[in-house]
């Protein structure tokens, strides 16, 4: 039952900042709701796939849920050896083409994790010399509340086991 009360308080106090269409998915509109409260963050299957065959550009992805608190928002992320990540999803425009752009500051509150997933959101990880297969990749993702959390990601190409319920 807790977490229906817990899930009640956070509507009330997030309501109106919910009505607005995220679509741009800045985060701006959300500031109210958020300030200065404490929150611990646990990050779940953080993965990175190898380079692609000439490319120096590749996707991480990761869960992240709230174990203290009721709202945060991740801001950026840091990749150990990039030259910079950025936070990406992807969009279908009104010609049915799938395209990628960056996005702001992505919510995490009590509504459920904050997933980071192959054709969803991800993390896009520009200038890091390439990566095989069983590495690891340390990282910070930096958190509106929560501030730095570090992060390892395993280096694969498919999903880690057991299979995450996206
Ligand atoms: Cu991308």
């Not at 801001?75 to 990628?100: K, P, S, W, Y």
């Given at each position: ?15 109106g ?6 679509s741009?998915g ?5 500031e ?7 929150t611990?963050?646990a ?17 991480a ?32 425009t009104?010609d049915?083409?799938m ?6 500051a ?14 969803g959101?991800?993390l ?7 990566v095989?297969?069983g ?5 910070t ?6 501030g ?19």
């Amino acid at each position: 039952m807790r977490y229906l009360v817990f899930a009640a308080m956070l509507a009330l106090a997030a309501c109106g900042a919910r009505e607005t269409p995220s679509s741009g998915g800045t985060g701006a509109e959300t500031e109210e709701a958020v300030a200065g409260e404490e929150t611990s963050i646990a990050i779940l299957a953080a993965w990175m796939r190898p380079h692609p065959a000439g490319r120096d550009v590749t996707a991480a992805y990761f869960t992240a849920s709230l174990s203290e608190g009721t709202v945060d928002f991740l801001e950026a992320a840091e990749i150990e050896g990039a030259e910079r990540a950025e936070l990406h999803g992807h969009f279908m425009t009104a010609d049915g083409v799938m395209q990628m752009r960056e996005l702001g500051a992505q919510r995490v509150d009590a509504d459920g994790p904050l997933v980071f997933m192959p054709g969803g959101r991800h993390l896009m990880v520009f200038g890091l010399p390439p990566v095989a297969e069983g590495e690891t990749v340390r990282g910070t993702l930096t958190f509106r509340n929560a501030g730095s959390v570090p992060v390892t990601f395993e280096v694969r190409s498919m999903p880690p086991e057991p299979k995450i319920d996206y």
